[in-house]
Structures are given as C-alpha cells and as structure tokens.
C-alpha cells in the first residue's frame, strides 16, 4: 500500500473480530513507529503491549467509561504509548527549549502514535487512539515507570467491519498563504 492510499483509508476502528493479533505482528508495529521523527531525535515514545487478558480487563473496567470499555473488550491488544518525560522540547539543563513548554513532549508522543497506527493499517490491523480514561489509575495498573508519563492507549485487532470516511474539510478551508 502507497503512503498516501494508507492515510486516506486508515479508519478508527472501534469494532474488530475474535483473531489475536500475534507477539510478532506488535514487535513489528512498534519497530516502524521508531522512525517517527521527534524532537532532537529524542526517541522518547515507549510502548507497553496489553495482551494479558485479566489486565486488558482492568484497564476497561477500572479506569474507562462504557463506550471505550466496550471497544476494549473487543480489541486482541491495548498497545499504552508513554513518553520518557522532561526530554522532548526541554534542554540538558531541565529548561524549556520553547514558549510551548512541555507540550512538545506531547507532539512527539502523537507523531510516533500515528505512525504505529498506520504501520497497523498496512499489515490489515485496525486501531483506535483513545485519551479518555482514568490516567492515574491505568498508570498504577500498568506500572509505568517513574520518569514516564502515560499519553495513550491504541486499541488493536483485525477489522470486524470497514468504517466509513467522515466528512473532511476542504483545503480551501484548511489552507491559508502569505
């Protein structure tokens, strides 16, 4: 698949079928997300892979509203994306780099969320990024390191159905030129 056929048909996908997604298939996932491009080539985006099914049911149950319980309980994987923090946009010295502050550790983590979700969606996998949920208890669940922050949790698992496209704004819209 082209780079622009995988953006234009990559869909959040909220529905998938009962076909584990494979150790192997989530290493390769994560091994093409680490050319997502960061902030002085900081490289710090880290995964945690929730295929335990007693903790993927912790995680739904404990710290998520209904709706994303349920995508949950669907899904083979829960793929928790985390950034080592007060690196990206900062300098050695612990300052900002930016006026955006600490929010460029955030860009990052987004650029790198992407980029997995679509290397999903080349190998036929669905995904849905998720940010509403319970942070600090899926963090205790998940016992994330201390220095990292948990940004998201990617739903994964092959497509029990083809979502349609929204409706997306023009580039008239979008664009401006000075």
């Known amino acids: ?32 997300a680490t050319y997502a491009p960061s ?17 993927k049911n912790r995680i ?22 985390l950034i080592v923090d007060k690196r990206s946009g900062f300098e050695r010295d612990g300052s900002y780099s930016t006026i955006r502050e600490d929010n460029w550790q955030a860009f990052d983590n987004g650029i790198a969320t992407q980029t997995l979700c679509l290397a999903a969606h080349e190998k036929g996998l669905g995904t849905v990024i998720m ?7 899926a963090q205790e669940i998940l ?9 998201a949790l990617v739903a994964v698992g092959y497509p029990a159905d083809e979502p349609m496209a ?13």
Request: glycine content about 4%; proline content about 3%.
């Open 1 to 32: 698949m082209d780079t622009i056929t995988c953006i234009k048909t990559r869909r959040s996908v909220r529905k998938y079928t009962d076909e584990k997604v494979s150790k192997e298939l989530i290493e390769e996932l994560v091994a093409a």
């Open 39 to 55: 902030w002085k080539n900081s490289q710090t985006t880290r995964y945690i892979a929730i295929t335990d099914p007693e903790t």
């Open 60 to 81: 739904s149950k404990e710290c998520c509203a209904e709706h994303n319980q349920s995508i949950i309980d669907g899904a083979s994987a829960l793929i928790a994306t």
């Open 131 to 137: 940010g509403l949920y319970d942070i600090d208890k």
């Open 143 to 151: 016992q994330v390191p201390e220095g990292q922050l948990l940004m």
């Open 166 to 178: 929204p409706k997306r704004k023009s580039v008239e819209d979008l664009l401006t030129f000075c």
